[in-house]
């Protein structure tokens, strides 16, 4: 592994995932990959999941972690090439992001989507100019397009949760009140449709159709009931439409995830990758019930990033 930024990275899944749970079985059996090691951190965008799960994992592994919340708690970068810099911004990215690969040996990125320039967004512009100007292994933390670390610990909460050898997983599209990146959505199919022991299937209303170079031909359900029929996971997440870039087409209420949604399917149990708005995309009883994986999907972020740490260092 060079970089972690998509399924593709992850090289063969099956190992990565029986190294995943040598990790979570001896969390602290690998502190010499760590000694001596530093984790850099840096958040363009807010977090608590992604922030606190990935310093735990730099210390469960014996390594140092630091974190910079860029632009707020540094200079502000500028990102053109050949810019003038008269203006607001006061360092450049090619000089920050080489000079923070001086204080670490992996660096992880957080760089969200503006949902205004698609073109932009998914040529992933700043990850890409951090992957160029870095001189140490980069892990994404969630890009403008994907949230690998997420899509693992998902993967590896159904495989440590899993009570036949295949199982049917739907991903569900949520109401929300903001328009909100297709990331999530756009890596779990990425990883999701890949399994060979998984039946993915996405529901969505018409119009929030996510980037086939994702979805690879996964299953696609309009009819939000027919795909949850005879499901053992359901993964809900609001995205706002990749068509009509950053809209939100609809807020319908019908698709907020309620006990009646879930009787459908086949006693499925529950996730999403937080924050969530609660009765909004998903009613209290649904995220409070007892096929409820949601904390233990959030538990298993520290031992994606713990794996994937293990894999950059060792
Ligand atoms: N890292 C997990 C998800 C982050 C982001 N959610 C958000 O921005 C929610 C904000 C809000 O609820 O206002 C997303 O959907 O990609
Ligand atoms: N799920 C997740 O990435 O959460 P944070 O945005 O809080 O890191």
Not at 149 to 171: C, G, P, Y
Not at 187 to 193: G, I, P, R, V
Not at 194 to 208: L, R
Request: some cysteine; hydrophobic content about 40%; proline content about 4%.
């Amino acid at each position: 592994m060079k970089n972690f930024i998509s399924f593709a990275d992850a090289g063969d899944y099956r190992a990565l995932l029986q190294q995943a749970f040598e990790i979570k079985a001896n969390p602290y059996g690998y502190k010499h990959i760590g000694q001596n090691k530093t984790i850099g951190l840096i958040f363009f965008n807010p977090s608590l999941r992604t922030r606190l799960s990935s310093v735990k994992a730099a210390y469960n592994l014996g390594a140092q972690a630091w974190v910079l919340n860029a632009g707020a708690d540094s200079w502000t970068l500028e990102m053109a090439d050949g810019a003038v810099m008269n203006g607001s911004t006061q360092e450049h990215i090619k000089d920050a992001i080489a000079v923070m690969s001086e204080y670490c040996d992996v660096l992880g990125v957080r760089t969200f989507p503006t949902l205004q320039d698609r073109e932009a967004d998914y040529s992933e512009d700043v990850l890409n100019k951090i992957l160029q100007y870095a001189t140490v292994p980069v892990i994404s933390l969630e890009s403008a397009t994907l949230h690998p670390l997420q899509s693992f610990a998902d993967l590896i909460t159904v495989a440590e949760t899993k009570q036949k050898e295949r199982v049917k997983v739907v991903l569900t599209w949520a109401p929300h009140v903001r328009p909100l990146p297709q990331c999530v959505p756009n890596s779990f199919c990425d990883w999701f449709s890949e399994i060979d022991w998984i039946d993915f299937v996405i529901t969505h209303p018409e119009g929030y159709e996510l980037d086939p170079r994702f979805t690879k031909g996964a299953r696609i359900e309009y009819d939000q009931r027919r795909a949850l029929e005879g499901a053992d996971y359901v993964q809900a997440k609001n995205w706002s439409s990749y068509q009509d870039y950053g809209q939100i087409l609809t807020q319908d209420a019908d698709w907020m995830l309620t006990p009646m949604h879930m009787a459908y399917t086949d006693k499925a149990k529950f996730m999403h990758c937080l924050p969530v708005r609660r009765n909004v995309e998903v009613s209290d009883a649904v995220l409070d019930g007892p096929g409820s994986l949601i904390i233990q999907e959030a538990g298993n972020r520290t031992i994606s990033m713990q794996t994937v740490l293990h894999e950059l260092l060792k």
